[in-house]
């Protein structure tokens, strides 16, 4: 990444921090929001003991893609997630992948958490599936979630939650069930935190993760995108898709009026099915 030019004022120092959050993610923060990035960046001002945006900009400038820059693009990232976030929208997945393995009983179904924050949406995807397995014999499927942010997918792999984080839609049964109560926080038992593997990805500037998926979830992280951007998203996830395989957008958010590589699922309600090969040319 280049050199970040001299750009003094506050205005112009809010500027320089959000083209590099767009430059780094694809993202973008409304002109109304941008109250959002001075509260996002406190701690990492006060971390590196500096006093003002304009001072980070200025150290950014002869650090542009160091730990600095890391620590600046985590922060403004939107990680708002809970466990079981909209349960229904998890329920059906289990069913979706119900019938894909009643039609492809011979392979693994593969599942994409694409931008999965600290993990919440995937371990509770994973904890449904154990269940599954254990009263209908349901396979449980390879599940990868992948974020681009580098903080978020250590606290991932580490599965270390909070009090407040492990309250927030996680039932109690499951809670004592899959977690370990240690020094305060609740850690993810080996047996679930195998079910998933986290990995760094960004949907902007890396290509698909290698294979083919049956079900992806993308749930409230287009909506942060331009549209030109999104619709280059939508491209990149249909080709990490199988034909026919199922997209899982958030509650906002569509795929009507934005791409023709997805349609409505006519098998399960909000879900949407990725067109076949010959009428989105498919490439990797």
Known sequence: MPALP???GS????????????RRTGQEV??????RIEAALKTVLREHDLCSIEQLVERLRSAASGPLADAVVDAMLNQ???FFRDAAVLDQVVEAVRAIHAENPD?????????????????????????????????????LATDVSAGAIARARAGRYSQFEIQRGLPVR????????VDGDWIVQPDLAKRVQFRRHNLVGDVPPIGRFDVVLCRNVL????????????RKLRTGMREGGLLVLGAGETVIGQTDAFRPSPQFRGFYAAEPASIVPITR
Do not use: D
């Open 30 to 35: 409304a002109a109304n929001r941008a109250w």
């Open 11 to 22: 205005r112009t120092a809010f500027a320089t921090v959000m083209a590099l959050l767009e």
């Open 80 to 82: 708002e997630t809970s």
């Open 6 to 8: 001299a750009m003094p």
């Open 223 to 234: 909506l942060y995108f331009p549209a030109k951007v999104r619709a280059e998203v939508f």
């Open 174 to 181: 499951r809670m004592v069930a899959w977690f370990e109560h």
């Open 107 to 143: 392979r693994k179904v593969r599942i994409w958490s694409a931008g999965c924050s600290m993990g919440q949406e995937p371990l509770s995807l994973a904890m449904l599936f154990a269940e599954a397995e254990r009263t209908s014999g349901l396979p449980g499927p390879e599940i």
